[in-house]
């Protein structure tokens, strides 16, 4: 007879329609089950592979979730062999659906796992939920450790996701079967939390257990982290194309540095910009989808992503030329808020600004609208400095965006990203600019080879990126390090 292959099993409960099967799919990175905003969608028990090492697998079990909890409580209560009768009784699936599915779970939780993992909805008021208190009495007769997961978090951010986890901590304290609470919503979660629930895990299972799921863990995190340095590598190929992307420049006669007849010069300068611009807003959208492919979703970035990008990339038809007489006949200035950084003479005129900001849903992402284009030598036109930062914070921004989109939520859309984002990659980047504008510098002062600059960014975006998970989530298992 064969040797049954070791494993570490996973039951995934909580009462119905609370997002069991959502997760799952945001877990295994597949669509599996039906996702339907009704009860009991799903009533039978169904097992999944998370993770193998060799023969060792990590199984997840998929549950009907829990019906009429307080009659199926008072029938148990009444019965001196409370589980044996309730695993024994015949119910129809159809006719009594709250009770069979409730069987199905119990069933699963105390013949198959090692550890349950009980969803709840964390925007219920914990002492409104009279339904947990009864399904946890359930769960502590069969005696399993439970890591408690907090669902429906809402986007709220890691503060307000904190506040949740205290405060239903503080309430599931007299549940000595719950061995850790924890945030991992089905739409929102971030890889790296996963990472927080391996720990639960490896901390709930007996000695014999860690053993297995040591090389588990190490599947595991080695999946998370080939798909990192995939979204990397788009983040760096879009950036490094940005560095040496450029126009040639429009030549200025003498009358035109004075303001003579500068309407053809301006119209030849847009005409320019127009090809960074149309180029840059297609390398975003290209990055977008090549994120989406690479954390397994579905979907491409929208046409309202892109038709902001070109908007906010581009300039207007007409610039105001009576402010190019104004300067001494050097084109710098601010046109009504944009900004031209050129070279001439050897001195820099013009701050290189760019007018805005970041806006704040994905779809609204775009650069700020502004001239921002620098004379580089062989007289050809590029992003300046600053607009290149800008574009470096749109990458990492939008790589937080898919790296947050669970499966379970369906086919990508743009979504609108917390507040808490913007300003923790604002302050890590001010930290590298220094090696970022070194970057940047490449594309205008030497010929360089595109793989090269790619290389730079690949190492500095590496840092710069896990320095901001690592930021947003303090709790989490070192990235890169079980």
């Not at 950084?341 to 775009?366: E, Q, R």
Request: proline share 2%; aromatic share 6%.
């Amino acid at each position: 007879m064969s040797e049954i292959p070791p494993a570490v099993t996973l039951s995934l409960i909580s009462h119905t329609n609370v997002g069991k099967t959502t997760l799952a799919r945001t877990l295994l990175r597949r669509d599996i089950g039906e996702s339907l905003d009704q009860a009991h969608v799903t009533d039978t028990n169904t097992a999944y592979v998370l993770a193998q090492d060799g023969e060792a697998e990590l199984r997840l079990w998929d549950t009907p979730g829990f019906g009429d909890t307080a009659r199926l409580l008072r029938r148990l209560k009444r019965s001196e062999n409370a589980l044996g009768w309730l695993l024994e009784a015949t119910w129809d699936r159809f006719s009594d659906r709250a009770l069979w599915c409730s069987q199905q779970a119990v069933r699963n939780v105390k013949e198959e796992a090692d550890v349950v993992l009980y969803l709840i909805n964390a925007a219920e008021d914990p002492g409104a939920s009279g339904y947990i208190a009864l399904e946890m009495e359930i769960l502590t007769w069969i005696g399993k450790p439970v890591v408690v997961l907090l669902n429906q978090t809402g986007g709220r951010g890691r503060l307000a996701e904190s506040d949740d986890e205290q405060r239903w901590r503080d309430h599931l304290a007299p549940q000595t079967i719950v061995s850790a609470v924890l945030t991992l919503d089905a739409f929102g979660r971030c890889w790296v939390q996963e990472g927080v629930l391996m720990e639960a895990i490896n901390d709930s299972i007996s000695s014999q257990q860690k053993r297995v799921f040591k090389g588990l863990r190490k599947s595991w995190d080695a999946e998370n982290t080939r798909v990192f340095g995939q979204a990397i590598d788009a983040l760096a190929t879009e950036l490094a194309a940005s560095v040496l992307d450029s126009e040639k420049s429009p030549k200025e006669t003498l009358v035109q540095k004075v303001g003579v007849g500068r309407g053809d010069y301006t119209r030849n300068v847009e005409k320019a910009r127009k090809k960074l611009s149309s180029r840059l807003a297609e390398r975003a959208k290209g990055t977008m989808d090549a994120l989406i492919v690479a954390h397994q979703l579905e979907g491409e970035s929208s046409e309202k992503l892109t038709g902001s990008s070109s908007e906010h990339f581009d300039i207007p038809e007409r610039v105001n030329e009576s402010i190019w007489g104004a300067v001494g006949g050097v084109a710098s200035g601010a046109l009504a808020g944009l900004v031209v950084d050129l070279k001439a003479g050897g001195m820099t005129f013009g701050g290189g600004a760019v007018a805005g900001s970041l806006l704040g849903g994905l779809g609204a992402f775009g650069l700020a609208k502004g001239f921002n284009l620098t004379k580089g030598k062989e007289n050809q036109l590029r992003w300046t400095r600053q607009h290149f930062l800008e574009q470096v914070q749109f990458a990492l921004l939008s790589y937080l965006a898919v790296a947050h989109f669970g499966r379970g939520r369906g086919v990508w859309e743009d979504t609108e990203a917390p507040r808490e984002w913007r300003e923790v990659v604002t302050q890590i980047i001010e930290v590298r600019r220094g090696k970022f504008e070194s970057i940047w510098k490449r594309g205008g002062t030497e010929k360089t080879a595109e793989q090269e600059v790619k290389e730079e960014l690949i190492k500095i975006l590496t840092k710069t990126t896990t320095e901001i998970l690592e930021r947003l989530y303090p709790n989490v298992p070192k990235i890169g390090r079980s």
